[in-house]
């Protein structure tokens, strides 16, 4: 029984990850969360991630990866780059190389450290942005490959990989916390909490998601 067991979800404060830690809360007997700090764009997200874990009484890691900005130049990393869509195929400016990759396998030690067997993230194939480290095969394969370098037998939940915003927002209102992630979380790359800047990328997506389920709802 999942009920009976202990899970870590790596949290950014933002509608993915707590939608993702209301889920766990439901699902799992204990849950603790671990945020990186790689010193990112909004640092503002870093505060928001303690600030909820506090209110909600999750007990919160913070964790040091200031390494990753130096080998990953971006617009998430850097404030002279300018946040924007990919062309022509490429990956938007906000990709991170192996961001994913390493917060899971980090968080995958941290949980080998408190008896936690369950790792919980938001990444998604849906609205991804062509990220390659939140597709499935990626997520399956570096569960298989932390469970043959550790010697355990972890699970990586991904609660939002095949939902849309605005599946995701039926989420939260199923879990009864709409208005909570709604108002509380940061997924704005300007560092607004809430509706954000409602100009880029990310703040567009998730008005377009909320626009769309808050209509559906209203049909239904």
Known sequence: MLRDEKAVVVFSGGQDSTTCLFWALETFKEVEVVTFNYNQRHKAEIQCAIDIADELGVKHHLLDMELLNQLAPNALTRSDIEVKEGEN??????????????????????????????????????????????????????NVTLNLAMDTSFVIHTPLMWLDKAETWKLADELGRLDYVREKTLTCYEGVIGDGCGQCPSCVLRKAGLDKYLQEKEAN
């Open 89 to 142: 195929g490429e990956l938007p400016s906000t990709f991170v190389p192996g961001r994913n990759l390493v917060f899971l396998s980090f968080a995958s030690i941290l949980a080998s450290q408190i008896g936690a067997k369950h790792i919980i993230t938001g990444v998604c194939e849906t609205d991804f942005s062509g990220y390659p480290d939140c597709r499935d095969s990626f997520v399956k394969s570096l």
